[in-house]
């Protein structure tokens, strides 16, 4: 059981270059979350899916998109990666009536 | 809105000590977790603790504990008997009871245990 596995783990992105982080989950959980952390400022959501085909913006969204086409899988797409993105970013799970969120191992984007 | 505020970013104690973390939040809601969250070095988030609002009784696990003063929206974690492995960064976090699963996080904490 892998739980949650995000890649990749480390990343360098020039301004302007544009990637996906993945996030997948394998243990059925309809709600998937996106989290950055920067020093000082704890985590802070992104993005959140409360089952595939519905997502909705969280407390900072703007410069990120995501979709979710399936239970499993709850990608984050940097569109053109600016240098306040650099930051980890960390995927959640969770079933939709818990309340234990599972997290993924984090990656640590850097924008330069 | 939901608001969590950590106010010691940084703490030091020796290996056994016991040591407390503080937590404050702010929110309208009636109904709601609390949690605590540890952040080792190896980046993994760990879940801690957990408190339900709408119980008068602190929840403790081992030897982690809370303080919950649901009036005084105060909710602070005492690690008893510290040990090294205790040092990491720790996240006081708020999820409302109804809706989607929204954490909000506070600042941290970086917990050293000195040997």
């Known amino acids: 059981n892998a739980g949650v596995t995000q890649t990749p783990k480390f990343q360098v992105l020039k301004t302007g270059q544009s990637m996906t982080l993945q996030c997948a989950q394998d243990m059925n959980h309809e709600y998937m979350s996106w989290y950055r952390q920067d020093p000082g400022m704890g985590l802070r959501l992104i993005h959140y899916s409360v089952g595939a085909g519905i997502t909705d913006q969280g407390e900072v969204p703007n410069g990120y998109n995501v979709s979710r086409s399936t239970t499993e899988d709850f990608p984050l797409r940097l569109l053109s990666a600016a240098p306040s993105q650099t930051s980890v970013y960390f995927c959640?799970?969770?079933?939709?009536?818990?309340?234990?969120?599972?997290f993924g191992q984090g990656t640590r984007l850097t924008v330069v | 809105a939901q608001t969590v505020t950590q106010s010691q970013p940084e703490m030091s104690v020796q290996e056994a000590e016991t040591v407390t973390l503080s937590c404050t939040y702010d929110t309208s809601e009636n109904n709601y977790y609390l949690f605590w969250y540890k952040q080792p070095p190896s980046r993994q988030m760990i879940l801690v603790i957990r408190q339900e609002a709408y119980k008068q009784q602190n929840a403790t696990e081992n030897r982690f504990s809370v303080n919950f003063q649901k009036a005084a929206k105060s909710f602070s974690l005492k690690i008893s008997d510290s040990q090294l492995g205790d040092t990491a960064m720790y996240f006081c976090a708020f999820m409302k009871q109804q809706g989607a699963q929204k954490l909000v996080f506070g600042q941290g904490t970086r917990l050293t245990i000195n040997p």
């Open positions: 959640a799970s969770s079933t939709l009536r818990g309340t234990e969120a599972f």
